[in-house]
């Protein structure tokens, strides 16, 4: 939280003691498509990933480990029924507020909305960088960006699941991923 | 240069109306809010940002229409098209006060509503319900985009087609057909094809 904003412990204390901790197994569904988001999660110990079905298709719009938020957020913030899956990879391990604690928690304190605010803004501009990658990066290029910045995924995460992020065949994902392994030298090689 | 039938006064009314939408503000908390606001008149077909300029302002048109694109190998990429009512401003840029990657160039001739950077910190710091109301502008802008990226991966280009005429009937009238196409991600080819399903069934 203090990327965003430095709260005093109080403040902190005040934050935490309004979030919920939820185990999950691996592969299970925080959240099915027509349900409504009542969490904003935040993901302390394993992997969850965020797709919806297109036809009988799987299609991953997200992946996220340690330290990320993961939600339907869309649907948390406008309250309408969610198109998105949200599922657990491994098992997991969240940190969670409803909406409803969550609006108590703006109300009670300026400094918390200035939070609120500069997640929101965040999480925004993370959706609009995603989308300038997606226009101009091509195939290859989405693939050595992804891989440069997230190693440790390339090692945690099924590669199907990988491929459907990226929006590739996964034939072309593993072609690509020997391509990569094959070079000795340059900054995107693989270990 | 007052355009015709464009006041400032309706404007400004407008402007309370359409942020009232996201925390109701007295009279008086909106006039405390307005010497931050500045109001900026373009020409049509002109570059509001320029591609490598960092954006200064958050823009709300009161009228005219606009689109921003990502020049891309000697192509554009539009990836909004925004009119009355609807906020625009290159947001990377804006936000991390990087070069912007996309232009803002205006189709017709348009009149913005704006705030700086600058002055929008010190709003937020001066003005406590400023937060609230910009976490709830930003959280619509957010829905907003999700939205459209859900549909450009779930939908087929026949249903964006469709949908976007069926939602957006002003636009289809004032936005070259290119741009549309450009928007919705469709070859112009296919956009042509897709026409005749924009004259109403009888």
Redesign the interface.
């Known amino acids: 939280m203090s990327v965003y904003l430095d709260l005093t412990n109080e403040e902190f204390a005040f934050l935490s003691d309004k979030l919920v901790i939820r185990n999950f197994e691996k592969k299970e569904q925080l959240l099915k498509v027509g349900e409504v988001e009542n969490y904003l999660n935040f993901l302390v110990k394993g992997l969850a990933r965020k797709y919806f079905y297109k036809g009988k298709a799987e299609v991953i719009t997200q992946i996220a480990r340690e330290g990320e938020m993961i939600s339907s957020s869309a649907s948390f913030l406008s309250g309408s029924p969610s198109p998105y899956i949200v599922e657990t990879i491994g098992p997991a391990t969240f940190l969670s507020i409803t909406r409803q604690q969550l609006e108590s928690l703006y109300s009670s304190s300026p400094r918390i909305e200035r939070l609120g605010r500069l997640i929101i803004t965040r999480l925004f501009l993370q959706k609009e960088e995603w989308e300038h990658e997606c226009i101009r990066l091509d195939t290859r290029q989405r693939f050595l960006h992804f891989v440069s910045n997230n190693p440790e995924l390339m090692q945690r995460v099924p590669q199907k699941y990988l491929a459907s992020y990226l929006n590739m065949k996964p034939e072309t994902f593993s072609r690509m991923k020997h391509g990569v392994q094959k070079k000795t030298t340059g900054r995107t090689t693989l270990r | 240069m007052a355009k015709q039938g464009f006041s400032y006064t309706t404007a400004l009314d407008g402007l309370h109306h359409y942020l009232s939408g996201f925390v109701a503000l007295t009279k008086a908390e909106f006039n405390f809010l307005l010497p931050y606001i500045e109001i900026r008149e373009f020409e049509k077909k002109v570059k509001v940002i320029r591609e490598g300029e960092v954006e200064r302002y958050l823009n709300i048109i009161v009228r005219g229409l606009v689109r921003k694109y990502?020049p891309?190998r000697g192509d554009e990429?539009i990836?909004q098209l925004a009119t009355e009512g609807h906020m625009v401003h290159s947001?990377?840029s804006f936000?991390?006060r990087t070069p912007s990657?996309s232009v803002i160039e205006t189709i017709e001739p348009t009149v913005f509503l704006s705030i700086s950077y600058d002055s929008l910190e010190e709003l937020?710091t001066r003005f406590?319900k400023a937060?609230?109301l910009?976490?709830l502008m930003?959280?619509d802008?957010?829905?907003k985009?999700?939205?459209r990226?859900?549909d450009q991966?779930?939908k087929s280009t026949r249903e964006r087609f469709l949908d976007y005429i069926r939602n957006h009937p002003q636009m289809v009238q004032r936005v070259p057909q290119k741009y549309i196409a450009s928007y919705l991600n469709i070859k112009p080819e296919t956009f042509s094809r897709l026409k005749h399903l924009m004259r109403p069934k009888k």
């Open positions: 990502l891309i990429v990836t947001e990377l936000n991390y990657g937020y406590p937060e609230k910009g976490r930003i959280t802008l957010f829905i985009k999700d939205y990226y859900f991966l779930q």
